[in-house]
């Protein structure tokens, strides 16, 4: 069923989970359904005595990263700097809590101890060189988008070490600081743009940690990416698989009507999203709702073609039934490529739409595709 992005907020406000793991593609509106999720849990009132949002909930997103940017004044191009935009959220991480030093640890965690950033006293800027070991330090130097990515990063997953090693101390009395008593959720949003696979790994890995650290202490975690790899490997290594599990890993749909869908996914990208997968399970619906048309045949190629290629076969055609190999070789070719005016209809006729049904069964069944996937629906 159809629905807006505030009901999918309150679905997930609502869910007893302590982690939801949400894979959406770009543009279908991750950022928009953090910023619901977060009005819902702590709504902006201009009071002055209203506590600070991070008390509920605390986020990582597009607007974090928008909070760091690159001095562009050409008189200083030869010592490039990092600017940080002073605000609430900077402030108090950098200054109120005092975390600078972890920073520059987590960060020389993926990007090697040799590359150092160094924040002035302001906390308004950082820069970065290479410290070679000894009294040798290279200039001034900007970094890879990458890096950069991880250097932002650092900052968030400083802080939720600090927020889990805080909120793990049983009595609140007991610790440092009250400012996480309260906290109820973590929202992250995509923290692998511009990272090579190696970093992506790390990085979700390391998520991974503190969010089974985080559940310890009653932190419920949501987590949105556009990335199959680090959407599989947190799945893998939060356990969402395990005995059977469903609840809690999903699928985002954006409609054209501007309607959304939040669908419960089983299983991995792999097993529950990706395109040769839609691809599949398009051509089942067309053949159980006798609804194939022509351009199927393009979408059954298209899958043929992605099979051969995982499978390490040079041409998609070796992927068919031995004894009819040439005459299906020329079926598919015929009503996926023909040009002919005359030949332009969309209705194929029975003995074709059998056909379709019959190099489809020929994969599912000789190629070892899941037999399980009604459990995505």
């Given at each position: 069923m159809s629905q807006t992005l505030s009901d999918i907020a309150r679905y997930l406000q609502s869910s007893d989970k302590k982690v939801q793991l949400i894979y959406a593609f770009n543009s279908t509106g991750k950022t928009r359904l953090l910023r619901e999720f977060k009005e819902l849990v702590a709504p902006k009132i201009k009071d002055e005595n209203t506590e600070p949002s991070r008390h509920k909930i605390l986020y990582y997103s597009t607007f974090t990263e928008d909070l760091f940017f690159w001095d562009k004044d050409p008189a200083n191009k030869n010592n490039p700097k990092l600017k940080i935009q002073p605000n609430n959220f900077t402030d108090w991480i950098l200054k109120d809590q005092g975390q600078d030093q972890n920073i520059i640890t987590s960060f020389q965690r993926y990007?090697?101890?040799?590359?150092?950033?160094?924040?002035?006293?302001?906390?308004?800027?950082?820069t970065f060189s290479i410290e070679r070991g000894n009294s040798e330090r290279s200039s001034d130097l900007k970094i890879s988008k990458g890096e950069e990515s991880l250097f932002i990063w650092s900052i968030f997953h400083a802080l939720l070490e600090q927020v889990n090693n805080t909120r793990n101390i049983v009595e609140p009395s007991d610790r440092d600081t009250d400012e996480f008593d309260?906290?109820?959720?973590?929202?992250?949003?995509?923290?692998?743009?511009?990272?090579?696979?190696?970093?992506?790994?790390?990085?979700?890995v390391e998520l991974a940690m503190l969010v089974k650290d985080g559940t310890q202490s009653s932190l419920n975690f949501i987590i949105t990416t556009h990335n199959a790899l680090f959407y599989n490997v947190l799945h893998n290594e939060l356990g969402l698989s395990k005995e059977g599990k469903k609840e809690g890993c999903y699928l985002l749909e954006h409609h054209e009507d501007g309607t959304f869908n939040l669908n419960l996914k089983f299983g991995d990208s792999n097993r529950s999203f990706s395109y040769h997968l839609y691809l599949k399970q398009t051509l089942e619906r067309a053949i159980a709702d006798n609804k194939v048309q022509r351009y199927h045949f393009t979408l059954l190629r298209n899958l043929y073609e992605k099979t051969a290629g995982f499978l390490g076969y040079p041409k998609w055609q070796e992927l068919l039934p031995d004894d009819k190999q040439a005459y299906l070789?020329?079926?598919?070719?015929?009503?996926?490529?023909?040009?002919?005016s005359n030949e332009a209809v969309a209705q194929p006729s029975l003995q074709e739409k059998q056909t379709l049904k019959v190099l489809l069964e020929n994969l599912m069944k000789n190629y070892s595709y899941?037999?399980?996937?009604?459990?995505?629906?």
């Open positions: 990007a090697g101890n040799a590359l150092t950033p160094k924040f002035n006293t302001e906390f308004t800027e950082v309260q906290l109820e959720y973590v929202f992250i949003e995509d923290p692998v743009s511009s990272l090579d696979e190696n970093n992506l790994i790390e990085l979700a070789n020329r079926i598919i070719q015929f009503t996926s490529h023909s040009t002919l899941c037999q399980q996937d009604s459990q995505n629906d």
